[in-house]
């Protein structure tokens, strides 16, 4: 259990928290969410102890093993494999104390050694380090990489597998969706989905976290309010609770006018002297509910294109790869490719990690010319492309103004900063050095620096890296009213969702047409990760007797028919599940549950949480069942 008391945190003059009284039990999965600058890393950093609290206790358990990704990553020699082993700090230390009584021939030390890694699960340890780089896109031929050969998107992801490699009772996630692709957010989703002690993530991924958290933390102007259920819940439960204070702040505000006006009419009249002075005195005790300020949110939006052809880009039997190198033959990554862009359309690409997806909208933006094929554009095709290298490329010490000067040398300078004021960088801000610009800020001028050249087709690779949840919302609503085309590579499925209409898939040097949703494709990758690897030759199997054969198809009917009653029980439990749900939502959606008890309301959360994770389960198991009746 972890215990804030009447905390309080600054940064230099500004305070950040304020008076927060917190109780986070053990095993709570927690997302911690609020606005850019609310305070929410410096929570973290106060968890880990970098932090001293200005008032205020924080108490945590004195041996609590905690674990959290490094924000910077040396330049190491050591391969990749061994650098997240590292992450168990324990059995590093143990496995260098063998290698040294190895070293000296001291058989006694060695034991002890050989002892203690046992108890600490040792030596399945570079497997359970191999599984993690796997599910984090680390192919098994970079495994045994020098760490500084990696780039640093790469270097990321190794940092978060060092992380889950460390036996932890406490994890502490800032942003970990950052820098990985689709089919890795949703492996990270089902491994913390599994892990079993206390999880607080910080995430601007609203489907990430509904398939996480179990609770959510909202830090807003210096305070802490907690919610049980996850991201979708909260948004609910904390719409309901603005509007319940609105209509008591406008409720008070009546009462009060009424007050006053008694006061202001009898209050020099001798006969109603009394009834104005108890007036007066229940006018100051009135509790001043405040009025619900609207947050402004923030919008923007891609100008109208100029021209719009019908047919925008078109790739023939395209070869899509990379030219050989010092005399090396050229790299092939896509074969046969056939894709065309209409105007309009707005597709997704889908894909495991390195199965070409950047190689693709490269070779669509014409940054990679064809290994073999053709490449047809429209003579007034003009492309937005925002590729994961888009953020870096800005000029250091460069103001957005002076960006923008650079593509519109001759537009007047009041033209230019009204464009940039759309796009929230108003007055000083637009004058102010990048330098200083956090992530999302800097992904917002390439937005905009994209936007002002009004292109009808965008290519957008990964372009949710560093943005909050407004702007995510912001750019999602952009993109759903752009006129032009749109080809898409994200990991937030949200926006995929929201503005893809259809989607391909990029897989095994192929590109082909999606014909499914995206809930359609996690299945796809989960069956693909369990699919049978095939053999090689082999010595043949000796023929079956009759026997044999009568005895498989006994048992084959036997497993049918434990199955399809496994498949009954699961269809009656969902329903009763969604019965169950709908009464739960009914509650959660009723004004009058959020005037009783937080405890209750906290259960209602978190029953409707337990439902939903037991409810997916039980489909992902009725799908493979159905999928093995039909086989």
């Known amino acids: 259990m972890i215990a804030f008391r009447h905390f309080a945190l600054r940064r230099g003059s500004r305070l950040l928290l304020s008076d927060i009284d917190l109780v986070i039990q053990s095993g709570w999965r927690l997302g911690v969410v609020g606005r850019n600058g609310c305070g929410k890393s410096s929570l973290f950093a106060a968890l880990q102890g970098h932090l001293e609290s200005d008032s205020g206790e924080l108490d945590m358990p004195a041996k609590l093993r905690l674990a959290s990704v490094a924000q910077e990553t040396p330049a190491l020699p050591d391969p990749a494999i061994e650098y997240v082993m590292g992450g168990d700090v324990e ?24 002892h203690r890694i046992e108890e600490l699960h040792g030596y399945d340890a570079r497997a359970r380090a191999g599984r993690l780089l796997h599910g984090l896109g680390f192919s098994a031929e970079t495994h045994e990489r020098a760490v500084q050969e990696f780039s640093g998107g790469w270097r990321v992801r190794l940092n978060l597998a060092r992380a889950l490699m460390a036996p932890s009772e406490l994890l502490l996630l800032d942003e970990p969706t950052n820098h990985l692709d689709l089919d890795a957010v949703l492996w990270l989703e089902e491994w913390l989905r599994r892990y079993q002690g206390t999880l607080l993530v910080i995430s601007h991924d609203r489907e990430f976290l509904d398939g996480v958290i179990t609770h959510t933390l909202h830090l807003n102007e210096g305070r802490a309010k907690l919610y049980a259920g996850n991201y979708s819940s909260f948004e609910l439960q904390r719409s309901e609770q603005l509007r319940l204070q609105q209509i008591a702040h406008e409720r008070e ?8 006006s008694f006061i202001d009419r009898f209050k020099a009249k001798a006969s109603k002297a009394k009834q104005a002075q108890s007036r007066m005195k229940r006018l100051e005790k009135m509790a001043g509910t405040e009025a619900v300020r609207a947050e402004r949110a923030f919008r923007f939006q891609f100008a109208v294109p100029d021209r719009l052809p019908d047919s925008m880009l078109q790739l023939e039997e395209i070869e899509a790869g990379y030219p050989g190198e010092a005399g090396q033959p050229p790299v092939a990554i896509l074969h046969d ?27 669509l933006v014409g940054e990679l010319a064809p290994l073999g094929g053709e490449r047809k554009a429209h003579k007034d095709l003009k492309i937005g492309y925002f590729a994961q290298h888009t953020v ?13 000067q650079d593509k519109a040398p001759g537009i007047a300078s009041q033209v230019l900063r009204d464009f940039l004021g759309g796009w929230n960088f108003a007055g000083d801000r637009a004058f102010e050095s990048v330098d200083g610009f956090s992530g999302g800020e800097r992904a917002r001028l390439a937005l905009a620096l994209i936007a002002w050249d009004k292109p009808n087709l965008l290519l957008l690779d990964e372009p949710t890296n560093h943005l909050d949840l407004d702007m995510r919302e912001a750019l ?5 009213d752009f006129d032009g085309a749109l080809v898409l590579v994200s990991h937030d499925r949200h926006l995929l969702g929201m503005v893809c209409d259809s989607f391909w898939r990029v897989a095994d040097g192929k590109v082909e047409s999606f014909d499914g949703d995206l809930d359609d494709y996690a299945r796809w990758l989960r069956s693909r990760g369990n699919a049978p690897k095939k053999s090689g030759d082999s010595t043949a199997a000796p023929a079956e007797s009759a026997a044999d054969r009568r005895r ?9 028919k ?9 269809e009656t439990r969902v329903a009763a599940i969604d019965e169950e749900l709908t009464t739960l ?4 959606a009723d004004p009058s549950t959020y005037n009783g008890s937080t405890a209750e309301l906290m259960k209602l959360g978190q029953r409707q949480t337990e439902l939903r994770k037991e409810k997916e389960t039980l489909e992902a198991e009725w799908l493979q069942l159905y999928e093995a009746l039909e086989a």
């Open 476 to 480: 999602a609503d952009a993109l759903a």
């Open 91 to 114: 059995l590093a230390a143990v496995l260098r104390d063998e290698f040294d009584a190895q070293a000296r021939g001291d058989t006694e030390a060695m034991a002890r050694a050989h």
């Open 337 to 363: 490719v056939r894709f065309r862009l209409e105007a309009g359309e707005r597709i997704g690409l889908l894909g495991p990690n390195g199965a070409g997806k950047s190689t693709l909208v490269k070779t």
């Open 552 to 560: 498989a198809a006994a048992a084959q009917r036997e497993n049918e």
């Open 253 to 260: 505000q009546t009462e009060r006018a009424h007050l006053q």
């Open 562 to 570: 434990a199955t399809r009653q496994r498949v009954k029980k699961i």
């Open 585 to 588: 939502e009914g509650k959660l």
């Open 392 to 404: 870096e490329s800005l000029r250091e010490g460069a103001s957005p103004f002076e960006h923008l």
